[in-house]
């Protein structure tokens, strides 16, 4: 059974950083993509980045290039996402996500696994 715990949201001046951590359970993550995901209020669940689990490979949304780094510690099977210059539009739920057999890897019904999700709020 696979669990993806995150953890690390929380409240942050615009302009401010935040690192979520997502640990990983249940399964040889080797050949997965893991995702993070956000949702705001009244919006449909979003892209964030993606990064493959064996080759380290990294994907970002527009949004959020330049600002965000996803990585890996596939000894810890923990998987992050650091935030850097946060705008109150990035305040949502950050959800993070695994798929085996995901092909876009920015759509989410393409994961089969998801997190309990995180708050984070940046204020103005």
């Known amino acids: 059974q696979v669990q993806l715990v995150e953890s690390g949201g929380g409240l942050v001046q615009a302009g401010g950083s935040l690192r979520l951590s997502c640990a990983a359970s249940g399964r040889t993550f080797s050949t997965y993509t893991m995702g993070w995901f956000r949702q705001a209020p009244g919006k449909e669940r979003e892209f964030v980045a993606a990064?493959?689990?064996?080759?380290?490979?990294?994907y970002y949304a527009d949004s959020v290039k330049g600002r965000f780094t996803i990585s890996s510690d596939n000894a810890t099977n923990t998987l992050y996402l650091q935030m850097n210059s946060l705008k109150p539009e990035d305040t949502a739920v950050y959800y993070c996500a695994a798929t085996l057999l995901g092909v876009t890897l920015t759509r989410s019904h393409e994961y089969e696994y998801w997190g309990q999700g995180t708050q984070v709020t940046v204020s103005s």
């Open positions: 990064i493959t689990w064996s080759g380290g490979r990294t």
